[in-house]
């Protein structure tokens, strides 16, 4: 899961590329990329950390020219340590294109094997993304072979991405000397909007990304439509995909998004307030609201959930956890071992609020479990007198191979247990998950123009359906692998600790 950003003016676009992946930086913390073009040549500087310290003003300075692209980066296949793979990625022939992209292809290994034996085209990482880049680039030489390149053979080249290119996929490129391309996978699983502002226009994962930098929304880029933006600003779109149909990732609403975005015509803050409703009719059937005296979110993105929930049951809602917003990478001195990071460094529990009180604690979901065994008993240890659990989201009970870094089966707490096995490991007193249905109806009823949603990780279905056994086994070994990070790659470690 990463946060991109593309953008045409009239002016130059370094600081609005800047000031764009600031306001994606909850989708990716580990690399951040930028590249700018000025008379048909790339200005790039990418780095591993977060955008406020890759860039300085030296790198700024160096990033002129009125188009250019950007990345906040969250790997979930590749290498993670690896600067090389940091985005953007660039290939100078045909033309010169630069790309990022935020999703994840599950054909991958296949697509790279075509590369060598039949396009004669090298890949040099571990990335999907240089795959996605080497096909386009592939599929853009054969639509202008003796032509020159306009929309029409730009579209050419993404109809034929479509039927080569299998998972989830929201690109942005620039092609030297043409304009910029945006398009996104047939299914619509990541998001991807537009907006503009005067002559300027962007392109961006999340409609608060246009907001924040002045941008009026304009429009979602629609499942399989790709968008060309020409030097001079005037937009081209065509739909590429012979079968698109809109299937976004739920998990965005449950999790990964800002709540003050809205995507694909859902709020996401409303989106969280309606599963917070549905949340407390599971509670009614579940758990006495008489006997819970206190409701406290476990921070950030359930607060919502957590608000509406009390406010519907009628029980005081208290802020009982206060997060360190600075906690950094724990790093390993000779002598020392490996020593799991806590979760106390980053929560820290405000013992009045827990005091003598049967305490209801609301996460947005509980993937490893772990995190969430460590905050139960953190209530216990501030003096609760009982302590329960509630999920905003249903069970995580399946791998994500659409670009979230879920584990794989065995590592997910929920994975072939009872909610009565899962709450004895987490060692609450009750545990109260949302279901299925309750989750889908409660984010579906915000935009009934949506067919479906990939929720994957958590029924089972994946939407492409094309995904076997042997496939997220495959997957699972390009998984991105932890150093110091591995025992503590929970849920609260997902890249989203700042979205609320």
């Known amino acids: 899961m990463c946060g991109i950003v593309g953008v045409v003016s009239n002016a130059p676009v370094n600081q609005l590329i800047y000031d764009a992946l600031l306001l994606l930086q909850h989708r990716g913390q580990d690399a951040a990329g930028i590249v700018t073009q000025q008379e048909r040549k790339f200005f790039m500087h990418k780095a591993k950390g977060m955008v406020r310290d890759v860039f300085r003003t030296r790198n700024m300075r160096a990033l002129p020219g009125n188009c250019g692209l950007g990345q906040a980066r969250y790997p979930t296949a590749g290498n993670a340590y690896s600067e090389e793979e940091a985005q953007p990625f660039y290939v100078n022939a045909p033309f010169g294109i630069v790309l990022v992209h935020n999703g994840n292809l599950t054909n991958a290994h296949a697509l790279k094997a075509e590369l060598f034996s039949t396009d004669h085209r090298h890949t040099n990482t571990e990335s999907d993304s240089e795959v996605l880049l080497n096909v386009l680039a592939h599929e853009l030489e054969r639509s202008t072979r003796g032509v020159p390149l306009n929309a029409s053979e730009v579209f050419a080249a993404v109809r034929a991405v479509h039927k080569r290119v299998r998972g989830s996929y929201a690109v942005v490129a620039l092609i030297a000397g043409y304009g910029l391309l945006a398009f996104r996978d047939p299914y619509g699983i990541r998001p991807l909007v537009m907006g503009r502002s005067g002559d300027t226009v962007m392109v961006a994962s999340e409609s608060v990304t246009l907001e924040g930098t002045g941008h009026d929304f304009e429009r979602n880029v629609e499942p399989g439509e790709a968008v060309f933006i020409d030097l001079q600003g005037k937009v081209h779109a065509e739909q590429c995909a012979e079968s698109p149909r809109l299937n976004p990732c739920i998990f965005e609403y449950v999790y990964l998004a800002r709540p003050d975005s809205v995507m694909d015509g859902i709020s996401v803050y409303q989106a969280r307030?309606?599963?917070?409703?549905?949340?407390?009719?599971?509670?009614?059937?579940?758990?006495?609201?008489?006997?819970?005296?206190?409701?406290?979110?476990?921070?950030?993105?359930?607060?919502?959930?957590?608000?509406?929930?009390?406010?519907?049951?009628?029980?005081?809602?208290?802020?009982?956890?206060?997060?360190?917003?600075?906690?950094?990478?724990?790093?390993?001195?000779?002598?020392?071992?490996?020593?799991?990071?806590?979760?106390?460094?980053?929560?820290?529990?405000i013992a009045s609020e827990f005091k003598d009180r049967n305490v209801l604690l609301v996460d947005d979901s509980i993937v490893r479990g772990t995190t969430s065994r460590?905050?139960?008993?953190?209530?216990?240890?501030?003096?609760?007198?009982?302590?329960?659990?509630?999920?905003?989201?249903?069970?995580?009970?399946?791998?994500?191979?659409?670009?979230?870094?879920?584990?794989?089966?065995?590592?997910?707490?929920?994975?072939?247990?009872?909610?009565?096995?899962?709450?004895?490991?987490?060692?609450?007193?009750?545990?109260?998950?949302?279901?299925?249905?309750?989750?889908?109806?409660?984010?579906?009823?915000?935009?009934?123009?949506?067919?479906?949603?990939?929720?994957?990780?958590?029924?089972?279905?994946?939407?492409?359906?094309?995904?076997?056994?042997?496939?997220?086994?495959?997957?699972?070994?390009?998984?991105v692998g932890g150093s110091e990070d591995d025992a503590d790659s929970s849920r609260l470690a997902l890249p989203n600790a700042e979205a609320a």
């Open 273 to 349: 307030l309606n599963l917070g409703e549905a949340l407390a009719k599971r509670l009614v059937s579940t758990l006495p609201p008489s006997g819970v005296d206190v409701v406290i979110p476990i921070p950030e993105s359930s607060r919502p959930s957590a608000m509406q929930l009390a406010q519907l049951l009628g029980i005081p809602y208290r802020e009982g956890f206060v997060k360190n917003r600075y906690v950094g990478r724990t790093f390993i001195m000779p002598g020392q071992g490996v020593r799991k990071k806590s979760v106390r460094q980053k929560l820290n529990a």
């Open 374 to 479: 460590e905050i139960v008993q953190m209530a216990r240890d501030a003096g609760a007198r009982k302590v329960y659990l509630a999920s905003a989201a249903p069970p995580v009970r399946y791998p994500n191979v659409y670009g979230i870094d879920m584990p794989t089966k065995d590592e997910l707490v929920a994975h072939g247990r009872t909610v009565e096995e899962i709450r004895a490991i987490i060692g609450c007193d009750a545990l109260i998950y949302q279901d299925v249905d309750g989750m889908k109806k409660a984010v579906g009823s915000l935009n009934p123009a949506i067919a479906g949603f990939d929720a994957s990780c958590f029924d089972g279905v994946y939407v492409t359906g094309d995904i076997s056994d042997g496939d997220i086994a495959r997957l699972n070994e390009r998984r």
